[in-house]
């Protein structure tokens, strides 16, 4: 522990009480010298930190990462971990602390983290690099895209009114491989959201008008690299 010195004058303070039915007898005050009091106050260690990431940590195991057959089995779940993060910076050690996923995803987390993680790292309180934990959490969870996952086709009728405002929606035909989290979005309002702008006739007055809308996507395996690369 490092102490700092702190130096503060002493004062001596003299009260002279006199007694009942006495007179009180002037003396000169003592003569005490002003002697410096030497205080300890320990200091805090400014100069000790944690380990601190070099690159953001959503980086680190990301969606591409997922285990194929962990996909297919449909395998998910929180997996929390701890690090352990050497002086030069580099994760040396790896061990999950609580986990609702599987092995695999827990050994896929731990080896994603020991690949890509890298710190500033923790110091001591003289500045020093040292070895130290790291806590985090990754939470695997089978989602997919809102466009690309499959080919479908979305048709939807609406109103727009004198006010601009969307009224009576309905999904009029929806088919194909519509990805899940896009026909939970259809399910809750397949049509677009209220602009406040209304449609106009020849002379500029607001009017209503019935509007169907169809959304068709296609999708289909990429050009490879080489054929994109061919002149």
Do not use: H
């Not at 006010?163 to 677009?192: D, Q, Y």
């Amino acid at each position: 522990m490092k102490y700092r010195l702190l130096f503060a004058a002493s004062l001596a303070v003299t009260l002279a009480l006199p007694a009942i039915g006495q007179q009180k007898e002037e003396r000169p005050p003592a003569d005490v010298p002003n002697q410096p009091m030497t205080i300890l106050i320990p200091e805090q260690d400014l100069a000790a930190r944690n380990p601190r990431p070099l690159s953001p940590q959503i980086d680190w195991v990301t969606d591409a990462d997922y285990p194929p057959e962990a996909w297919r089995n449909g395998e998910e779940g929180l997996v929390r971990y701890e690090l352990v993060v050497s002086p030069e910076g580099r994760v040396t050690g790896c061990r999950i602390t609580q986990s609702e996923a599987t092995p695999a995803l827990e050994a896929e987390t731990c080896r994603l983290l020991r690949e890509r993680a890298r710190f500033e790292p923790a110091t001591d309180g003289e500045g020093k690099p040292v070895s130290s934990p790291f806590k985090g959490a990754v939470q695997w969870e089978r989602r997919e895209p809102e466009l690309g996952a499959g080919s479908f086709t979305v048709k939807v009728a609406f109103t727009l009114d004198e006010r601009g405002n969307t009224r009576n929606c309905r999904i009029l035909e929806r088919s194909g491989e519509i990805p899940v989290n896009m026909v939970r979005s259809f399910e809750r309002n397949p049509c677009p959201g209220r602009n406040g702008v209304p449609a106009r006739d020849a002379d500029g007055r607001p009017v209503a008008r019935d509007v169907v809308l169809t959304m068709t996507v296609e999708s289909m395996p990429a050009a490879s690299s080489g054929a994109q690369g061919d002149d």
